[in-house]
């Protein structure tokens, strides 16, 4: 049995009906909220303070939609008709649609960098969000079993290296590679003992379904790329950071999108203009993989040239993966690596 709530929590129960019962296709009248306030917080109120309370609710800065309606009553001391306004159909406006709650949700079902227990939880919260018929479309929605290895470090990982870069200071980190023993071994230096990695780190990506470091490993001059879900142990340091122009491929500043377009697969190293030619049935890969930073020279019946900036080792690995559908026609240093490439792979199944 519920005990007797005190009348100064009447504002803050008023609020909490409106999260969990409203939305613009769900509203309440100002007796439908006297109900619920009665059978699930044992109040007992006038209709008048329901609109007195929401209407404060309204001036604290709360947004909160109702229709408004006259009618005639009498008066209570001369019996003459009098105009009377009538506010119904509350519903509290959302911060979020429940389609963006749910692209929000899918974008954390789609990873595969997140723990499984910390993508429930935080699954959790965004449908926390939206109300009772939001939760109750979604509660079908799971992750996959959590079958692939998981770093549990990840949400500290990232918030260092936020820190890190909104400071511009260095950090310092073990980085990690799997076994088949499902988890996490540190790359090891000359001496057989974990390697320290001294970074500058410059920018947070998403590729592939994984977060990506963008930085400069201190010990070279080039633009460098780590798995976040594989770093452990990390450190932020006293000591400022690079200056990017000094970082070959950062002297003219960094643009996040150039990056993400020539490293399709995050690989570190060169990257230079490639020329290649595809099936026309494969545009929309091509468009997906490389944006609109592509540029298309030629098209036949069957096929299309393009030439693309792109880092020489994704485009290596991009052409083994579509080697069925296309074919890189410069630089021919590729072209021939690519070759050597197949040949092998050949061998495999000899």
């Known amino acids: ?12 129960n008023i609020l909490d009906i409106l999260r969990k019962y409203t939305d613009e296709d769900h509203r309440l009248s100002q007796k439908e909220i006297v109900d619920i306030l009665k059978t699930e917080y044992n109040m007992t109120v006038e209709r008048k303070s329901i609109k007195r309370n929401i209407l404060n609710l309204i001036e604290f800065g709360y947004e909160i939609e109702y229709s408004e309606s006259s009618r005639m009553i009498p008066n209570s001391k001369t019996g003459e008709l009098e105009e009377s306004y009538i506010l119904s159909d509350f519903y509290l406006v959302r911060d979020f649609s429940d389609s963006e709650l749910r692209l929000l949700i899918d974008g954390l079902l789609f990873s595969k960098h997140i723990p499984y227990s910390q993508c429930k939880e935080l699954v959790d919260k965004l449908s926390g969000l939206s109300n009772k018929y939001f939760k109750s479309r979604v509660k079908h929605i799971q992750t996959m079993p959590d079958m692939a290895p998981q770093n549990k470090q990840i949400f500290y990982t990232i918030d260092i290296l936020d820190e890190a870069i909104s400071k511009g200071r260095q950090v310092a980190f073990t980085y990690n590679n799997y076994d088949t023993d499902f988890k996490l071994h540190p790359r090891l230096d000359s001496d057989g003992k974990p390697r320290e990695y001294i970074i500058n780190p410059y920018q947070i990506a998403a590729a592939n379904g994984r977060y990506y470091l963008i930085c400069n490993y201190d010990k070279y001059d080039n633009v460098a790329n780590y798995r976040i879900d594989r770093i452990t142990n990390i ?13 070959k491929g950062l002297e003219n500043g960094f643009s996040l999108p150039k990056h993400m377009a020539e490293h399709i697969y995050m690989f570190t190293g060169e990257s230079a203009s490639v020329t290649f030619s595809f099936k026309k049935y494969l545009i929309n890969d091509v468009i997906d993989w490389f944006g609109n930073e592509i540029t298309f020279l030629d098209e036949t019946e069957e096929e299309i040239t393009a030439k693309v900036h792109v880092n020489l080792m994704a485009m290596r690995r991009w052409a083994l993966q579509y080697a069925l559908h296309a074919k890189v026609l410069s630089p021919l240093s590729l072209a021939e690596e690519i070759k050597k490439d197949l040949e092998e792979a050949i061998k495999n199944y000899n």
Do not use: E, F, G, N
């Open 1 to 12: 049995m519920y005990t007797m709530q005190p009348k100064k929590i009447l504002i803050i």
């Open 235 to 247: 450190k932020l340091l006293d000591t400022p950071i690079k200056p990017a122009k000094k970082v």
